[in-house]
């Protein structure tokens, strides 16, 4: 019984640093969303190639289900379409428009990949929700891929540059 005692009293003390880290979390989120805001972006981009998924969920070891992995198909039939087909249940990061405002974001979906290294991501549903209002658990995963959001934040604004200058390329052109 006495060990019972002293192990929830250092649960405690953890899961108060654990419920402050998670307040400081918030404010990080919130102050990434902040500077993004400012520069008044308006892109939606999705950090969500399978292959280079910002995050993928798992079971952890305590079994709380953060999704799954498996084979539809392990070979069989000659030129079977399923044959090494790979389904993984993952959480893409984001930036895009919730609601009236542009936010950090989550999206869930099957990420499918095939034996041709062809892929596919499908939204399981098409509800965003803000990374702020997301689990702990994915906010915590999340922080991981803020650097690879950013770097497809500021690719897909050189690619919109580059396609508004060659526009203007060519309209002088046919003047």
């Given amino acids: 019984m006495v060990e019972a005692t002293a192990t929830l009293r250092r649960l405690s003390e953890k899961v108060s640093k654990l419920n402050k880290s ?3 979390l918030n404010e990080l989120i919130s102050a ?20 280079e998924m910002a995050f993928h969920s798992i079971t952890d070891r305590y079994g709380n289900f953060h999704g799954e992995s498996f084979v ?21 990061l984001g930036y895009c428009k919730t609601g009236d405002a542009w936010r950090i974001a989550v999206k869930s979906g099957w990420a499918t990949t095939f034996g041709n290294d062809d892929h596919s991501f499908e939204e399981v ?39 508004i ?3 203007k390329k060519f309209i002088k052109s046919i003047d």
């Avoid at 990434?32 to 292959?51: C, F, Q, R, S, T």
């Avoid at 702020?132 to 690619?159: C, P, T, W, Y």
């Fill in 72 to 92: 539809l198909a392990t070979g069989g039939k000659e030129n079977d379409p399923d044959e090494g087909k790979r389904s993984t249940f993952v959480y893409c």
């Fill in 22 to 24: 998670s307040d400081d």
């Fill in 125 to 163: 549903e098409p509800k965003r929700i803000p990374l702020a209002e997301a689990s702990r658990n994915i906010r915590i995963n999340a922080l991981g891929a803020m650097d690879q959001l950013f770097k497809a934040i500021e690719e897909r604004v050189d690619e919109m540059l580059n396609s």
């Fill in 32 to 51: 990434y969303e902040e500077k993004l805001a400012d520069m008044k972006i308006g892109v939606e981009v999705w950090v969500n190639d399978p292959e």
């Fill in 165 to 167: 200058e060659a526009g």
